[in-house]
């Protein structure tokens, strides 16, 4: 089971989010706007974030750029969820951190699958670096 933080100002999304993230075995977090979101981060360390673009208070790219910056304390899964699906705000979006860019609307399955994906990666990479080294 993973912890999962998602930042959305839309109140139906987020209890979309957390029906099929609790169906699929996640712990969820849930924030309406950016300065929330990252307080919650903070305070909770999330395994995974979803990020809305359009937040109140700071917008999706400053928590994003804030949650990056938290990457060098903690492994964290970073995924926009939103409805601006420019391919400019897909590239900016992973340019500046993100793992993953789905737009809405979206499947609550495929949101899922991506979360879970970067989360074996996770869970991978936490292993490996447990792991002794090979001796010569």
């Given at each position: 089971?993973?912890?999962v933080l998602v930042i959305d100002d839309e109140q139906d999304i987020l209890v979309l989010c957390r029906l099929n993230l609790q169906?699929?075995?996640?712990?969820?977090?849930?924030?309406?706007d950016g300065r929330r979101g990252?307080?919650?981060a903070r305070e909770h360390r999330p395994d995974a974030v979803v990020i809305d673009l359009m937040l109140p208070?700071?917008?999706?790219?400053?928590v994003l750029a804030a949650l990056v910056r938290e990457r060098e304390a903690y492994d964290v899964?970073?995924?926009?969820?939103t409805a601006k699906a420019r391919e400019e705000?897909?590239?900016?979006?992973?340019?500046n951190g993100a793992d993953e860019f789905v737009t809405k609307p979206f499947s609550p399955d495929h949101l899922v699958g991506v979360l879970e994906?970067?989360?074996s990666r996770r869970a991978e990479r936490t292993v490996a670096s447990a792991e002794p080294s090979p001796q010569p």
């Open positions: 089971m993973a912890r169906r699929a075995g996640h712990e969820v977090l849930e924030a309406l990252i307080e919650l208070t700071i917008d999706g790219y400053d899964a970073l995924v926009v969820l705000d897909r590239l900016r979006s992973l340019a994906r970067l989360l």
